[in-house]
């Protein structure tokens, strides 16, 4: 479940020639992340600095939802650039980004957003990252930042990221900070295809990551007539011991939880998605009746099944 924190709202800023990609892996996570907590946890404004649409670099318009300000209010700021980075920066917009700092929020430069950052003077002293094409031009223009080449940099509350796909990383290590593991596994299982049981299982030198994954696509695999952890081991020929301090270093969690996750998500996709009847539905994830899959289910999202089939298909 999602930690005890107020919602969080977002003003995402576009410029002309911004990233579609990065964009839709900016706001994408978040709307599925609102999905699996049954409750808009996040929300977010899309801003341009006149409040006139812009193209992106496929020629897409947006029509943003309004202009930034002084006056635009939200925890976090992502300021979304790629092409025509060194034209975007103004006085007013370093003026504006500045006030959100100083006013406690959080500013995020994505993929060229980092460039705006520095020009505002937020990175001066600090590390940085920026979309790799940019890094050794951005390292000799800004000679006070420490230019990092990684995904993603965190220093206080200078967040930022190289790429569109940085982006959807650095996006589920937020839903991990504001909402727990479960919701960030549910949400990149949304995006991201499984592993298949038919992938070979090479268990000498497996890494945690690589046991993990593998040891998920199992459990896909065997939801009807869930594995206890010793047979899950097996079939990796790994200690169970092994396998659980793995899960908890990624997940902070234990297998048997995150295996209860995966079949109450399957609960909750063939509530949403199909007319199947609540006991087919408890025998398909695993569950020995309809009242033992409801009980889980409530437990786990604060609702029952039958309400969200009634507000699915309302």
Known sequence: MQNKTSKIHANVVLFEGFSNLCLANTIEPLRAANNVLGTSFFSWDILTLSGNSVSSSSKTTIMPDGRLSLDSVGRRMFLISSYGYDDHYSQRLGKIIRRHVFDGGTVFGLDTGAWLMAEAGLLNGKSATIHWDVLSRFEERFLSVSVENRPFVHDEKMRTCGGAMAAFDLM?????????????????????????????????????????????????????????????????????????????????????????????????????????NFSDIAVRSGYKSASAMTRAFSSEFGYTPRQLRKKSFS
Not at 180 to 187: E, L, M, P, T, W
Not at 189 to 217: M, N
Not at 249 to 266: A, C, D, I, V, W
């Open 172 to 276: 589920l290590y937020l839903i991990a900070q504001d909402c727990g593991a479960q919701v960030r596994f549910d949400v990149e299982s949304l995006f991201k295809r499984p592993l298949s049981l038919r992938v070979d299982v090479e268990s000498e030198g497996l890494s945690g990551l690589a046991l993990t994954r593998k040891a998920i696509a199992i459990m896909r695999d065997n939801l009807e007539q869930p594995l206890k952890v010793t047979e899950l081991a097996a079939q990796l020929d790994v200690h169970p011991k092994f396998l659980e301090r793995a899960f908890k270093s990624e997940f902070s969690m234990p297998s048997g939880q995150l295996y209860k996750r995966l079949r109450l998500n399957s609960v909750r996709d063939l509530v949403e998605n199909t007319d199947a």
